[in-house]
Every structure is written in structure tokens, then in C-alpha cells.
């Protein structure tokens, strides 16, 4: 049964956000202002450690294409992807449940993903916790440019796959038996959402704090700026990596102020086609289908076992599932007033109001009971 709650008083949190214009970050006339978290910059979020905490990094060779020629016959070209695992909270290894933190589009020792409330969450329910650095960004880089040709292996479903691929070798490697919840906040929560509809045998359920899941809404952007500072082919340029995934498949790139007053940009056609002019262009409308409408009660198959939280005072509470009708049955919704984005991931502070709390609370549960149900058949469309 499906749950949409709106809990908590108006309370608006003072985190740094990572927010800046564009004047600040280059010191000339604004062409815009942005969000940069969901452009890959780290945000200034503080560490978080937990008494001694501390995760313990590894390297897995991830399949550079999983739909590629070779596959049925060899593995094909490969490249090194960072990991790494905490299992300081856990007593049974082999039975623990784990977390499965999945990365966005950042270097994954920057910003919050080591560092959040997932570790509480980890220390309630005695779990690893698993993070992946997503292809293409930090030290998990396939090609040392990013040139064109070599960015279209980014593709959505080859990042779905990797999680896939990544976690029945780590489950062989290391003899787990537990089962496995999927993390993530922002566009790495969109990935967290398309993880369990795609993959419902791998894990029992998902959280997706402030996950954007409708694509082309707001205005479309693009200036010469923009082509100017993102034609470099450095992949420490991750702006580069960022757009290519909004431009070819995404069509959700960046927004004009972190609050809900603010306004939600896609990338411009024109933008698209200076960067990348032999690429395809995204379908906003396949795209929703695909990955928005399956979480809604109209989908022929639906999602389930999702719980989507957002702020009210988030911008990107305006591409989430907040006002687009009826939810499938099985997925949970929490709109949390007066908070901005992802709050209730974020790691836990002495000013978190009550609204978050019991975010992270409900989350809790859930996962509790998502533990205690059976595992679920493979997805059956032939459609990514």
C-alpha cells in the first residue's frame, strides 16, 4: 500500500549547500546561477564519523560495456572502479543486511557519500555498508580524456549494470548471504530508484532522498560560457561528464538557486549540439516513461519497495513524484517540510528538526521490513 505524508513543522535547516553563482565561481556577469551538486562538485558538507569508522577501499575491474559485441563470450574491455566497505557496525558478516550507497556524479571521496546518516542507519540495523564510485568520475575513469568517443560507454544503463555487476561479484567475494538495500541522494537517488525497478532480485528495497525523475521540466539553458568551460577534455573538467549525460539521456542537468522558488534547467538543444553534435539528444518523454510512470499506480509494472523522500524547500522536489498523480502500490513518499535538499541523508546534526528525524526514522522501518520479505523475480522488459 502506497503512503504519501507530509510530516514536520516548517523549519528551514542552515547546511551549506554548495551552492554559487556563476559569478562567484568565475568572477565575471552571471550567465546563470547553479546548483552544483547535481553538477558533481563536492558540496561543503561536514565529515561525519562515527566513533572510528572507517571504510576500507577497493578496486573491481567493471565491464566498460555490458551490451556490447563480446557479451555471451568474453567479458571485453574492462577499467578500474573504486569501492569501498564498512562493516565496523556488523556482528554476522556472512548474515548481515547491506547498504548499498550508490555514488553520483562526483569523486566519491568528496562531498557526503562516506559521510552521512547511512552509517547510523548501518549501526541501527548491524549492516555493511557498500559504496561504488560511479564511471567516469573521481579515479574510476575508463579513458584517461573525455573525449567523445570515449564517453559513449556513460550511459544510464551501462551505470545500472555496473551496480548489478559490481554487487553479485563482491556478494561471491566475500560470502555474504544478507540482503541488500540501495542508498542514494539526488541524482545518485534517481540511480538508487532505477536500481530496485531494474533489479528486484539484487536488492529489497531503496531509499531515494530528493531523486529528480522527470525529465526536460523547467527552462532550457545554454550559453557559449557553457561550451567555452565545458569543451575541455580533462575528466578532472567533471562538468564535461555531467552535461554529456544530461544532453544524451538524462535531459535534467542544473538549477538556477537551491530553493523551491528557484527554477529547474535542462540542457538547450543548441548547447547539446555545440558539445556534442554527433550525439544523440535525449527523450524526455521516453525517459519518463521508462523511469518515472513505473512508480505511479497507471504503470503496467510497476515499481515497489521505494521510499521517496523530498524537501519542500528543495528545488528539485519540482522533478520528483510529488503532484503527478497516484502512486503504484507498493512505493512510499515523504515530503518533508522545510527541508532542503536531501536533508535526511545528510549526516546527522544537533540543529536537524523533527521533520528530518522522522524521515530517517521511517526509513528505519521500512528497511525493516523490506528485510523480511522474500526476494523478488528479475525485471522482465525488454526495454531499458
Not at 556524479?105 to 547511512?118: H, M
Not at 573521481?138 to 573525455?146: A, E, M, R, Y
Request: glycine residues 8%; proline residues 5%.
Amino acid at each position: 500500500m502506497s503512503t504519501s505524508l507530509l510530516i514536520g513543522a516548517s523549519v528551514v535547516l542552515a547546511l551549506s549547500s554548495g551552492f554559487k553563482s556563476e559569478a562567484q565561481s568565475s568572477g565575471g556577469t552571471p550567465a546563470v546561477a547553479r546548483d552544483l551538486h547535481l553538477r558533481g562538485d563536492s558540496w561543503s558538507i561536514p565529515k561525519f564519523e562515527l566513533g572510528n569508522s572507517k571504510p576500507k577501499a577497493g578496486v573491481f575491474q567493471q565491464n566498460l560495456d555490458h551490451f556490447g559485441a563480446h557479451v555471451g563470450s568474453d567479458r571485453g574491455p574492462t577499467f578500474s572502479q573504486r569501492y569501498w566497505v564498512n562493516s565496523d557496525f556488523v556482528t554476522n558478516p556472512a548474515t548481515a543486511p547491506i547498504l548499498f550507497h550508490i555514488c553520483g556524479e562526483s569523486d566519491a571521496e568528496q562531498g557526503y557519500y562516506l559521510n552521512d546518516n547511512t552509517l547510523e542507519w548501518a549501526k541501527a540495523l548491524g549492516a555493511h555498508v557498500v559504496y561504488l564510485e560511479h564511471r567516469f568520475y573521481g579515479q574510476s575513469l575508463p579513458f584517461p580524456d573525455t573525449s567523445t568517443t570515449h564517453l559513449t560507454s556513460l550511459t544510464l544503463p551501462n551505470v545500472i549494470e555496473d551496480l548489478a555487476t559490481f554487487q553479485i561479484w563482491l556478494t561471491q567475494n566475500k560470502g555474504w548471504n544478507g540482503k541488500w538495500i540501495a542508498i542514494g541522494g539526488s541524482y545518485s537517488g534517481t540511480l538508487s530508484a532505477i536500481y530496485r525497478l531494474r533489479h528486484p532480485e539484487l536488492v529489497v528495497g531503496a531509499l531515494a532522498a530528493s531523486a529528480p525523475l522527470f525529465s526536460g521540466l523547467g527552462l532550457a539553458e545554454g550559453t557559449q560560457s557553457d561550451v567555452d568551460d565545458m569543451s575541455s577534455i580533462d575528466p578532472a573538467n567533471s562538468d564535461r561528464q555531467w552535461v554529456w549525460q544530461a544532453c544524451t539521456s538524462l535531459g535534467i542537468w542544473e538549477a538556477d538557486g537551491p530553493s523551491i522558488q528557484s527554477n529547474t534547467l535542462y540542457p538547450s538543444p543548441w548547447l547539446c549540439g555545440q558539445l556534442f553534435p554527433q550525439a544523440p539528444t535525449y527523450n524526455s518523454s521516453a525517459f519518463d516513461q521508462s523511469f518515472a510512470v513505473p512508480f505511479l499506480a497507471k504503470a503496467t509494472a510497476p515499481a515497489s519497495n521505494v521510499l521517496f523522500t523530498y524537501g519542500t524547500d528543495d528545488v528539485w522536489t519540482k522533478l520528483g513524484l510529488v503532484g503527478h498523480g497516484k502512486l503504484a502500490a507498493r512505493i512510499n513518499l515523504l515530503v518533508i517540510q522545510g527541508a532542503g535538499h536531501h536533508f535526511d541523508l545528510n549526516s546527522p546534526d544537533s540543529t536537524d528538526s523533527a521533520a528530518v528525524k522522522a524521515a530517517r526514522q521511517e526509513f528505519l522501518t521500512l528497511a525493516r521490513s523490506w528485510l523480511n520479505m522474500t526476494t523478488t523475480k528479475s525485471w522482465n522488459s525488454p526495454l531499458y
